[in-house]
């Protein structure tokens, strides 16, 4: 499912690969988790109208004050 490279030359790492494969395994699950939401808020049709309906809005409150 996930494909870890372990590429450091470390002999700690040898004896013990959990140093590095836990703190990876933890950055892709964040990544996963950040990418999941951030693709939900994009694509998600309510939160997309009111984004565009907010920016209409302040584009014309900053024209509105540009003048």
């Given at each position: 499912?996930?494909?870890?490279?372990?590429?450091?030359?470390?002999?700690?790492?040898?004896?013990?690969?959990?140093v590095l494969i836990?703190?990876?395994?933890i950055?892709?699950?964040?990544g996963?988790?950040?990418?999941?939401?951030?693709?939900?808020?994009?694509?998600?049709q309510r939160?997309?109208?009111?984004?565009k309906?907010?920016?209409?809005?302040?584009?014309?409150?900053?024209?509105?004050?540009?003048?």
């Amino acid at each position: 499912m996930f494909t870890k490279l372990l590429i450091e030359p470390n002999i700690q790492l040898i004896e013990n690969p959990n140093v590095l494969i836990q703190p990876r395994s933890i950055d892709i699950l964040l990544g996963n988790i950040i990418g999941a939401i951030g693709g939900w808020i994009r694509y998600h049709q309510r939160i997309h109208f009111f984004t565009k309906k907010q920016m209409k809005k302040t584009k014309i409150v900053l024209t509105h004050y540009k003048h």
